[in-house]
């Protein structure tokens, strides 16, 4: 029962529901009986996810600089996964970071850019090769352009924002587009080989010719 499992992890009621419900959402079959309690599915077996304190405290870590970012889809899908992680660290281990969650902060200090909400579908289309079509604003004012690209690479420029390097169909080379100036996306299907490209090289060769890497390029 609730109070069983309290008393014996010596916890709250609300959070053995707390934790409850994230062992649910991370896909395990918890079964509810009346006046039984709470037990796993007939021939369910918990895979062996184990995490050092230290590790743990990582990924606490750059939670606190994820929920900084400027792209929603990038900060929901993390704190999904972090608090699926967190439904089975040890109750010593989960006390331990949640106290170090409380003890962490970033500046807010720092320059704060344009949102986007496109990175994890760019992410997917990237690893999948596919074509996205995108409109997009540019650096003048009012000015928008409908764009077909095949993602290549992701970049976070030292404007501090999420860019996408990819292959332009309309300018027939590649280009880096600003995740905060594309305005819509749509994933086509339509795909493309993988580049034989390097990230490594285009950032060289952008290097040489501007100086840097991050001017954005459209």
């Known amino acids: 029962t609730s109070t069983g499992l309290s008393e014996k992890f010596g916890v709250s009621v609300r959070t053995i529901y707390r934790d409850i419900k994230a ?3 991370a896909g395990v079959p918890v079964v509810t009986e009346d006046g039984k309690g ?3 599915m007939e021939g369910y077996k918990i895979p062996p996810i184990m995490f050092s304190e230290s590790e743990a405290n990582a990924l606490i870590t750059v939670e606190q600089l994820v929920l900084k970012n400027r792209d929603s889809s990038l ?3 993390y704190t999904e996964a972090v608090n699926k992680i967190k439904a089975v660290l040890l109750y010593s281990t989960k006390e331990k970071a949640e106290l170090l969650s409380n003890r962490i902060a970033v500046s807010p200090s720092i320059p704060q850019t ?9 992410q997917h289309a990237l690893t999948t090769f596919k074509v996205l079509k995108i409109l ?3 650096e003048e ?7 077909r690209i095949e993602p290549f690479a992701l970049y976070y420029s030292l404007q501090e924002c999420w860019t996408v390097i990819a292959y332009c169909r309309l300018r ?7 995740l905060d100036r594309v305005l819509k996306i749509e994933p ?6 993988p580049h034989k490209l390097t990230l490594q090289e285009y950032l060289k060769t952008k290097e040489k010719m501007f100086g840097t890497p991050d001017i954005p390029l459209s």
């Open 188 to 193: 086509l299907e339509l795909y493309f080989k």
């Open 75 to 77: 900060i929901h899908e």
């Open 23 to 25: 062992l649910e959402q």
């Open 114 to 122: 344009g949102t986007s909400n496109s990175l994890t579908l760019i």
């Open 172 to 178: 027939k080379d590649y280009r880096m587009f600003r």
């Open 38 to 40: 709470y037990s796993l």
């Open 141 to 147: 004012k009012d000015a928008t352009t409908e764009r």
């Open 136 to 138: 997009y604003r540019t």
